[in-house]
């Protein structure tokens, strides 16, 4: 063959890899991509588990790691934010569900996360803006199961019906700092916030919790609802059972790192005035 067709092909192949690779927004790629291999070098032997077990070895792999809050913010052109030096309580969950199923995958590298984290993160796993980022959680467990990631088993657990009223974001655009300066993406999301409200969710109130604990498992995603105007879920975790205890693993704003919850998942609805119950999501 000759050399400048095969020079040619070389480039071209290169060119189709670039152009295959997800942009990111990552203020030290280096050391995610060194989590990541440590990741996959000591959670390897979990590729053929279930998801619900590999999600919450996932889980556990990040003990301790940092709590960093709005670390989704400051995204002016919405390209994916990799972060696994620090996590709130929704990029935790995220990151977990990214890496098991990249790990579970045919093709466990870096590229692969990151699709699986768009996929997860962006309505129909496409970035197209502010408004393409599944802002309210309820939203974000409708478009996945959508997508076939997870599956809400609230109401199969015993769940009541949920009524939301949803417009936070739209009538506080001051604080949210691309809203305050986009009102067009304010319009959006008021779009967004009447379409989850016409939809049907379930959730265990939180008198209803202990009665059934059975119906949760350890691996289990948990959503808890809150009855603060305008919003759905206050914070996320995932399911474990420690000594007889149904509790949950998640990014801690009180101990400011990924924490096993040292109270239970009933306590601690209990402790908080504002939170009403739980959403039950499982990884498919």
């Keep these: 063959m000759n050399t400048k067709i095969i020079a040619l092909f070389f480039c071209l192949q290169l060119f189709c890899i670039a152009k295959a690779q997800i942009p990111v927004i990552s203020s030290d790629i280096y050391k995610d991509e060194q989590i990541f291999n440590s990741y996959l070098q000591k959670i390897n032997h979990i590729k053929k588990s279930s998801p619900d077990s590999s999600l919450i070895q996932t889980a556990l792999f990040f003990l301790d790691t940092p709590y960093q809050a709005n670390t989704l913010e400051g995204n002016q052109d919405e390209q994916l934010i990799i972060n696994l030096r620090g996590l709130d309580c929704m990029t935790f969950v995220e990151t977990c569900m990214a890496l098991t199923r990249t790990i579970r995958s045919d093709n466990p590298i870096f590229e692969t996360y990151k699709k699986e984290l768009q996929t997860i993160r962006y309505r129909d796993g496409i970035i197209a803006g502010y408004t393409s980022r ?30 939301l009223q949803i417009n936070f ?3 506080n655009p001051h604080l949210y700092a691309h809203l305050s300066t986009h009102p067009e993406d304010v319009k959006k999301m008021r779009y ?8 049907t969710y379930y959730y265990i109130p939180k008198e209803e919790i202990k009665n059934i604990e059975k119906n949760i498992q350890t691996g289990d995603i948990i959503c808890f609802v809150t009855s603060t105007k305008g919003l ?35 306590d601690y609805c209990h402790s908080i005035k504002s939170n009403k119950g739980i959403i039950i999501l499982k990884l498919l």
């Design 134 to 163: 599944l802002h309210y959680t309820s939203d974000w467990i409708k478009d996945n199961q959508k997508k076939g990631i997870i599956n809400d088993k609230t109401k199969a657990a015993g769940g009541i019906i949920l009524p």
């Design 169 to 171: 974001m739209s009538t």
């Design 232 to 266: 759905d879920i206050s914070h996320l975790g995932i399911a474990y059972r420690k000594d007889n205890m149904l509790t949950f693993i998640h990014a801690s704003t009180k101990a400011q790192k990924v924490i096993i919850n040292p109270e239970s998942i009933a």
């Design 192 to 199: 967004i916030e009447n379409s989850i409200n016409k939809r």
